[in-house]
Structures are given as structure tokens and as C-alpha cells.
């Protein structure tokens, strides 16, 4: 069993920066990969960014690479989203959430995650 509970999210404006951070318990997380995903009103759940449970593969939602970075801190049982140059259509519920088994090819699809956190509001104005 993994818990998940996301931090992190605020208000700001368009061109700065946010650290979101995914706190998780449970003895075996160090053994889950964990992906971000985020909804903004209206639509569907997408994938933003996901790890390994080794922190070895990163990957990126292809619209987002060279802004958003992933990385995790197994010891502390911690996963971070560093979100930079953000736009408003950036704007929208994030989720942090953890799976077992392959990583590849499933990362970026959301219906293959167990556990979830219940997401922080990020706001980005124009």
C-alpha cells in the first residue's frame, strides 16, 4: 500500500516557476515508478512526467520537455516536479501517482497506476 499526497501548487504568473513535491509512504515505494499527470477543467487527464522506480528512465510529455523535470529521492520517499517557464495553459489539477511492474511502455497512461494522491491546483496567470 502507497500513499501519496502532493504539495507544492499556487498562483503565479506566466514565465516563472513551481516545485511540486509527492510525499509517499508505504515500505516497498522505493520498488514503484511514479508519473505526474495533470486535468485542467474540461478535460481529460493527461501525463506530464513519470520515473522509474530507480530514478534511471525519465520521461517527458513531448510538449513539455525542456521545462519540466522529474526527479525522486527514494531515501526521503519523495518525487519532485520542477516546473519552469510556465504558461497559463499550464494551468490545472496535478497528481502524483505510483505503479508496479514495467515501466515501459505503460508510464504515460494513467489507467495503469495503483495509487494516487489527491492533487494540488497549480494557476498560472497571463
Known amino acids: 500500500q502507497v500513499q501519496l499526497v502532493e504539495s507544492g501548487g499556487g498562483l503565479v504568473q506566466a514565465g516563472g516557476s513551481l516545485r511540486l513535491s509527492c510525499a509517499a509512504s508505504?515500505?516497498?515505494?522505493?520498488?514503484?515508478?511514479v508519473g505526474w499527470f495533470r486535468q485542467a477543467p474540461g478535460k481529460e487527464r493527461e501525463f506530464v512526467a513519470a520515473t522509474s522506480w530507480t530514478g534511471g528512465d525519465r520521461n517527458y510529455a513531448d510538449s513539455l520537455k525542456g521545462r519540466f523535470t522529474i526527479s525522486r529521492d527514494n531515501a526521503k520517499k519523495m518525487v519532485y516536479l520542477q516546473m519552469n517557464s510556465l504558461k497559463p495553459e499550464d494551468t490545472a489539477v496535478y497528481y502524483c501517482?505510483?505503479?508496479?511492474?514495467?515501466?515501459?511502455?505503460?508510464?504515460?497512461?494513467?489507467?495503469?497506476?495503483?495509487?494516487w494522491g489527491q492533487g494540488t491546483q497549480v494557476t498560472v496567470s497571463s
Open positions: 501517482a505510483a505503479r508496479r511492474g514495467d515501466y515501459y511502455p505503460d508510464y504515460d497512461r494513467p489507467n495503469t497506476y495503483d495509487y
Open positions: 508505504g515500505r516497498t515505494f522505493g520498488s514503484y515508478a
